[in-house]
């Protein structure tokens, strides 16, 4: 059974689609919880690394019951420095103990060799004297598209991947609604080239490894790419804060 197959499977257990971002940043925290965690207030990266993290296990704890998966967005523990990311790490180490499925929003690719390392690093194991060992260990990662698809870990390790497809910015279109001469669309070929991909990992409910990002911030192309990607599972950002509404991540569906 391949990740996005368990994803499903909880998601029909719990009866609720929903993936709860951890973008956790010290701006964000109460200052009555952060008195709680650090009495003389946050003063280094070691310091917010704390607070962060006792936050994340806070927020893990409240939803392991009611979500069935994290994403945890590398980029706002990267601005704590090293601190920031072993907090990274312990997060989703704790989040997967709790029964959560985690995607690490990392969004990397690269040319062959450096992409496997990429994806040795976020979904795989790395090679050690002493046999592989996983160094960030999530279920799944966002990748970037625009270095085709030189690297792939889903297979050995029974990971995925979320491929950047249809993305919730505003100014997303300046690429990806550029025009091919026979006539698709950029998000449109890419969109081809995931269910290509995923092919050779689809399971017995049809899903594959590959799944795709597709904004909900783009309703009308949400129902064409659900079209066009009949077995990838979608990665929906942009309800709620980013403006999208239940009605416009509908169409997404299957």
């Not at 081809?192 to 192309?221: F, I, N």
Request: contains cysteine; hydrophobic residues 40%.
């Amino acid at each position: 059974m391949n990740i996005m197959e368990k994803l499903a499977a909880r998601i029909s257990e719990l009866k609720n689609p929903t993936v709860a971002g951890l973008d956790t940043r010290i701006e964000y925290l109460p200052e009555s919880f952060v008195k709680d965690v650090l009495p003389s207030g946050i003063h280094s990266f070691e310091d917010a690394a704390k607070a962060v993290y006792a936050y994340n296990v806070r927020l893990i704890d409240a939803l392991c019951d009611v979500v069935p998966a994290v994403k945890v967005q590398v980029a706002y523990y990267e601005m704590y420095g090293p601190a920031g990311m072993e907090v990274y790490e312990k997060t989703i180490r704790y989040a997967q103990e709790k029964g959560l499925i985690v995607m690490a929003d990392v969004k990397r690719n690269d040319i062959g060799a450096t992409a496997a390392c990429y994806a040795n690093a976020y979904i795989g194991k790395t090679d050690m004297p002493d046999g592989a060992q996983a160094a960030f260990g999530a279920d799944i990662a966002t990748i970037n598209p625009y270095l085709g698809v030189d690297g792939d870990a889903c297979r050995e390790n029974g990971t995925g991947v979320f491929v950047l497809v249809k993305t919730s910015n505003p100014s997303s279109g300046q690429l990806q609604d550029l025009r091919f001469e026979d006539g698709r669309t950029l998000y449109q070929a890419v969109a081809d080239l995931v269910e290509e991909w995923g092919e050779e990992t689809r399971g017995e409910s049809g899903y594959s490894a590959v799944g795709a990002v597709v904004g909900a911030t783009y309703p009308q192309q949400g129902v064409e790419l659900r079209e066009r990607m009949p077995h990838a599972f979608f990665l929906v950002p942009g309800y709620g804060a980013q403006g999208a509404k239940g009605t416009d991540i509908a169409g997404c569906f299957d």
